[in-house]
């Protein structure tokens, strides 16, 4: 197994692609941290699938855009489990539709917030434990909006290409520890909770990609195994593109 006697950390784990994730690292041996903020059923449900596999994890409630919360949920699953090696920034602020003109700057800060404060919370928790160990992965799931930007999403496109800056200079910061850094730039994914589009756009867009069909949650899930495993050592500061080749059209 890839990754048995890690331990990872999972944010916006009750979401599809969370779920995958988490499921996917369980069952190639990580021990894992379902982090969710309200949707404790699905959270539970994650849990459950990963127990009943024979896996082991455990579901933290957790805000990750506050610091102290975020600390005390690194602290519970390093007394759990032992450590935390493997860390999944999996949380982004809400999507709304608004054209430029009518976005206020508070809505950029919200953004923001959303995508890079958590993401900053979470990797400020972990390093210290990883440096000591002197191997880590910090993997961040960014969204393909900042390569084929869609009008009307100015405000969480400028947030989510900010993760792009963050990743990369973390990567330069961490790299002598034996941390690596890296994103996953996902396609339109195909879940539940997608942006809201009929068929036929899920259909135009599917035939936009040289496989032609949407992004899957396990897509993203094997890209994630990638970075978390020791496949990827000498790689860091990289962005993997998981969208079916559609950013070549």
């Known amino acids: ?93 809400t999507i709304r539709r608004k054209s430029f003109e009518e976005t206020k700057w508070n809505e950029y800060e919200e953004n923001l917030k959303g995508t890079i404060k958590g993401a900053y919370n979470c990797s400020q928790a972990v390093i210290g434990k990883m440096k000591t160990r002197k191997w880590g992965r910090i993997i961040n799931i960014l969204d393909n909006i900042v390569n084929e930007p869609v009008k009307g999403y100015s405000s969480y496109t400028t947030a989510q290409s900010a993760l792009i800056g963050f990743t ?18 996902a396609g339109f994914t195909l879940s539940k909770r997608m942006p809201h589009a009929p068929p036929h756009v899920q259909e135009a867009i599917a035939q936009q990609t040289p496989l032609q069909r949407l992004t899957l949650p396990i897509d993203i899930a094997k890209a994630v195994l990638f970075y978390a495993s020791d496949w990827s050592d000498f790689v860091t500061g990289n962005c993997l593109i998981v969208d079916g080749g559609k950013v070549m059209r």
């Open 1 to 93: 197994m890839k990754l048995e006697g890690k331990v990872a950390i999972v944010t916006g784990a009750s979401s599809d692609k969370g779920s995958a994730i988490c499921e996917l690292l369980a069952s190639e041996g990580a021990s894992v941290t379902i982090n969710y903020l309200k949707k404790k059923d699905e959270a539970e449900l994650v849990l459950k699938k990963i127990e009943d596999s024979g896996g082991m994890a455990m579901i933290r409630q957790t805000d990750v855009t506050l610091k102290e919360g975020v600390d005390d949920m690194v602290k519970e699953t390093i007394k759990k489990f032992g450590s935390v090696d493997i860390l999944v920034n999996n949380v982004h602020s």
């Open 168 to 185: 990369r200079s973390l990567a330069v910061d961490l790299g002598a520890y034996g941390i690596t850094v890296n994103l996953i730039n």
